[in-house]
C-alpha cells in the first residue's frame, strides 16, 4: 500500500446533493494516493493497517473553496467599512494596492495573508493579487509554500485608477502579463495563474482585445467582478453604450464562461434575465460574496434563483470588502442576508438553508477546481477537521447541530487538521 494511503476516522459530513448531508458516526474516511476512496463505518479488509489518525468524534469535512478574494486587501481588512464601493475603491483600496510596488512591503503583507490562509479552512482559492508582476510572482511563491491549491491573479488595469494603480497602457498591461505568465510557467505545483482584467470600468476595448488573445493562447481561467453596486452598473453603462448589460461587456471579447473560457464571476447582485441567461448558458460560476455586498451597501445577491436555475454558485469572501477569510463565516452570512432578501424584498425566494451553504462552500465552488469538495470516490483528498470540544453543551447534539453551530461561531481555534489533496497542512 502507497504510503500516502491512509484513514481519517470521525463524524464525516459531506453534501450528497445541494440540499442533503450525508453524515457518518465514527466512520472512516480513506484517502489513496491523494484521492478520496470514499467513506466507509468499518475500515474494509484492504486497508486493514493503513495509518489512521483518530480525531476523537470531531468533525471532518471537505475542504472549503473561497472563489473570490483580494491578498492585498487583506492588510487593511475591517477598515474603511461606512463606505459604499466606488469612494471605498478610490480612498482605500487603490491606494493601499499602489504600496505593493514595494517589494518588502508585498513581503511583509502577503506573508501574513498566506499564514492566515493556511490556518483557516480553505483548502482552494481564486485570487486577486496587483497589477504589479513582481508583487504577484512574491504572492504566488508564498502561497506555494502553504500547500493550498489556488489560482492567483496578476491585475489588469489601464483606465480609471489613481496616478499610482494604473498601467501606463493596454499594451504595457498585456506585456507585463505575458512576462508573469513567461516567468512563473511551471514554477509551481499547488498554484496556477488565473487571468484577472480587474472589472470593467478599469480596463479598456484595447485591453480587453489583448488580453482575450493572451486567454486564448495560454488557455488560461478567468475572474472579474459583475454587477456588484449600482453606482458600478450604471458607469460601465456610460463606459459601453454598445452592450445591453454588463456582462456583455466581458462577452463580447469571449472572456465570459464557454468551455474554453472557465469564468468566475464575483458578486452578481444586480443582474437582468438576460445576464443570467447568458451566465447559466455559458457556465460562468458566481461567486457569491455575502459579507462584502453588505458591507460595501451592495445588495442581496438572488442566490436562490441562482440555484433554482441550476447556475454554478460558490462562496467567496472577497477580502477586503470581506472582512474576514472564513467560509464558515461567509456560510452564515449566506444564510443570513438571504432571510432578509426573504423579508424584505422577495417573499417568493425562500431562504438558504445550512445544507444549501455548504454545498457552496464545498462542491459548488469546488467543481471549478475538478472532482473536488466532496468525499465520494475518486473526488481529490481536501478535507478540514473542526473540533468543537471547547463549546460545552448539556444536552445532546445530532452531527448537523454540531456543524451548525462552527458554521455560526466560525472560530479558527476549532479548525485543527486541513489536508489538501491528500497532503498533510496540519
Ligand atoms: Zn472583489
Partial sequence: MNETTFALKGTICFSESPTKLSVTEN???VCENGVSAGVFTELPEKYQGIPCRDTN??????GLTDLHLHAPQYCFRATGMDLELLDWLNTITFPQESRYA???YAKAAYSIFAEDMKKSATTRASIFATLHVAGTELLMDLMEETGLKTLIGK???????PPTLQEESAGASARDTVTW???TAGRYQNVKPILTPRFTPSCTDELMTKLAEIQQKYHLPVQ???SENFGEIAWVKELCPNTRFYGEAYDQFGMFGGPDCPTIMAHCVHCPDEEIALMKERGVYVAHCSQSNTNLSSGIAP???YLDEGLHVGLGSDIAGGTTVSLLRAMADSVQTSKLRWRLVDDSQKPLSLEEVFYMATQGGGSFF???GSFDAGYEFDAVILDDANLPHPQPLTPKERLERLVYLSDDRNITGKYVSGNKIF
Fill in 27 to 29: 466512520g472512516y474516511l
Fill in 57 to 62: 468524534g470531531c468533525l471532518i469535512i471537505p
Fill in 102 to 104: 514595494d517589494l518588502e
Fill in 155 to 161: 491585475v489588469n488595469m489601464d483606465r480609471n485608477g
Fill in 181 to 183: 505568465l513567461e516567468e
Fill in 224 to 226: 472579474s467582478h459583475l
Fill in 303 to 305: 442566490v436562490r434563483r
Fill in 370 to 372: 475538478g472532482k473536488v
